[in-house]
């Protein structure tokens, strides 16, 4: 997979784990879920369909949420030269919308945000990768 393709890759399953953390996903809330986050990552610049991305990761058995977490923001910071602060600010966006779809947000799932925002607010893309993507 590419640098960017990668980054999508960590959001989805950080966003996935995010959507499981009150339990387990039910097929409605996959149908909304895949939605919402096909919706938010769109971009008609990217060489991938962000759709198929979504339903791997979902078809996936997924892991607790601090392993999740951990790997999400170790594949971030890997491929953080493509991460452009609109990308930033779509992800943010995304975590919170996935926690917002099914209200109300619980205090773990606003943690794990307010936790990603500090950790990401430190992940320093570079123009000269990014500015390459449109995203």
Same mark, same amino acid.
């Given at each position: 997979?590419?640098?960017?393709?990668?980054?999508? $890759?960590? +959001?989805? /399953?950080? #966003?996935?784990?995010?959507?499981?953390?009150?339990?387990?996903? %039910?097929? /409605?809330?996959?149908?909304?879920?895949?939605?919402?986050?096909? #919706?938010?990552? !769109?971009?008609?610049? &990217?060489?991938?369909?962000? #759709?198929?991305?979504?339903?791997? +990761?979902? *078809? =996936?058995? !997924? =892991?607790? +949420?601090?392993?999740? &977490?951990?790997?999400?923001?170790?594949?971030?910071?890997?491929?953080?030269?493509? =991460? *452009?602060?609109?990308?930033? /600010?779509?992800?943010? !966006? =995304?975590?919170?919308?996935? #926690?917002? @779809?099914?209200?109300?947000?619980?205090?773990?799932? %606003? *943690?794990?945000?307010? !936790?990603?925002? @500090?950790?990401?607010?430190?992940?320093?893309?570079?123009?000269? $990768?990014?500015?390459?993507?449109?995203?």
């Amino acid at each position: 997979m590419t640098p960017i393709q990668n980054l999508h $890759y960590a +959001i989805g /399953e950080l #966003a996935c784990a995010l959507a499981s953390v009150d339990g387990k996903v %039910q097929k /409605e809330e996959a149908k909304k879920f895949h939605a919402m986050m096909a #919706a938010e990552l !769109r971009c008609k610049h &990217y060489d991938f369909d962000i #759709a198929d991305i979504i339903f791997t +990761i979902m *078809s =996936l058995d !997924r =892991l607790d +949420i601090e392993t999740t &977490y951990n790997w999400a923001m170790k594949e971030i910071r890997m491929n953080g030269h493509y =991460l *452009s602060p609109e990308l930033k /600010e779509t992800f943010i !966006r =995304l975590l919170e919308k996935v #926690a917002k @779809a099914y209200p109300p947000v619980t205090n773990e799932e %606003q *943690s794990i945000i307010d !936790r990603f925002k @500090a950790d990401i607010a430190t992940v320093k893309g570079d123009p000269v $990768y990014y500015g390459k993507q449109h995203v």
